[in-house]
């Protein structure tokens, strides 16, 4: 039985092969088996890639999960563990406003009048310095202020860059109230215009100092500076969350004479055992490491130079702090 379906089957091949169009037909079916076969190696392949960029897919998400987790949490411990020596406060705005009424300065109105105190020897300009650098972001035009405000950053200035070997960043100066209104529409934390609690820039009574971009070192050693002078009502200084910038309103006292002894404060070698807290205004914790004590002499409060030996490691070679925008918004 077997053998008669053979013969059979031979028998109708070789009818096939007699048949004139089975060459074609042979070919046909070559040229269909060749392409079921690189058919099958092509979605193989396109099968394995899209398995492949699938798993990275993944891993890169599961990293930017990570990532943002990470970027999450920093952002409410800076929300919940915010905790500045010189916190912004309603008391501290009607403060720089009563020092200005005390004095008797103006709220500059506009640019008219600015320019009138700017001729009247009212404001002097801020000349940048080894030390010191103005944002070059703010308008030429404001990067004035009051005599002794000037003053008070050089001094802050001269010996920063003598501890660090930096330079102290002025970020805001004088403002009218035409351009404090401006600013209050894209800044909520920008103080008001006009009322008991406007914004201090107004009188030209107050800087802005870049803080973004310090150490924790140098940003302590900044607020040891500004602690006994704010006690001897010489300065009344803020550390602005939004804007990351030390507002420092200064009062025409900072260039009369000082009874050093009742203003000096004492240092020690190092900061405390929790290097992370900062200093208080009750009680402060001592200065940055190296950092020299504070003195106030007539006409300066400043530390005392340190030693080129104790300058902070890692810190001997001059820099530029990179800074944030112009005029950002300070109270």
């Not at 001729?119 to 035009?141: N, T």
């Not at 025409?252 to 203003?263: A, I, L, N």
């Amino acid at each position: 039985m077997g053998g008669t379906r053979l013969w059979k089957t031979c028998k109708l091949t070789t009818h096939l092969q007699d048949l004139p169009f089975f060459p074609t037909m042979l070919r046909r079916a070559l040229l269909l088996s060749l392409v079921v076969v690189l058919g099958c190696d092509f979605s193989a392949a396109i099968t394995r890639a899209r398995s492949h960029h699938h798993h990275k897919t993944k891993v890169s998400q599961s990293t930017l999960t990570l990532s943002s987790t990470g970027r999450h949490h920093r952002r409410w411990r800076r929300i919940f563990f915010w905790n500045p020596v010189f916190k912004p406060s309603h008391d501290s705005l009607l403060k720089q406003n009563a020092e200005i009424d005390r004095l008797e300065l103006p709220r500059i109105q506009d640019d008219a009048e600015l320019e009138q105190l700017k001729l009247d020897g009212k404001l002097v300009p801020i000349i940048p310095s080894e030390a010191l650098r103005v944002d070059p972001r703010l308008d030429p035009d404001r990067r004035y202020c009051r005599p002794w405000t000037l003053k008070f950053v050089q001094d802050l200035a001269d010996a920063y860059h003598q501890q660090f070997g930096d330079q102290i960043q002025v970020n805001s100066a004088v403002r009218t109230v035409v351009v404090q209104k401006k600013l209050r529409r894209h800044n909520r934390n920008a103080a008001p215009a006009e009322g008991e609690i406007a914004s201090s820039h107004l009188a030209g009574v107050t800087v802005d100092l870049q803080r973004r971009g310090m150490s924790k070192a140098e940003i302590h050693w900044v607020e040891n500076y500004l602690i006994p002078m704010k006690a001897a009502g010489l300065v009344e200084p803020e550390e602005e969350r939004r804007q990351w910038v030390f507002h420092i309103m200064v009062s025409d006292r900072y260039t009369e004479p000082h009874d050093k002894s009742e203003v000096a404060q004492s240092a020690t070698d190092g900061l405390p055992d929790d290097e992370d807290r900062a200093p208080t205004l009750q009680r402060a914790t001592g200065l940055a490491p190296s950092a020299p004590p504070l003195t106030l002499a007539p006409a300066l409060v400043a530390p005392v130079p340190a030693a080129p030996s104790s300058m902070a490691p890692g810190l001997t070679t001059p820099r530029t702090i990179v800074l944030g925008a112009s005029d950002p918004g300070g109270r």
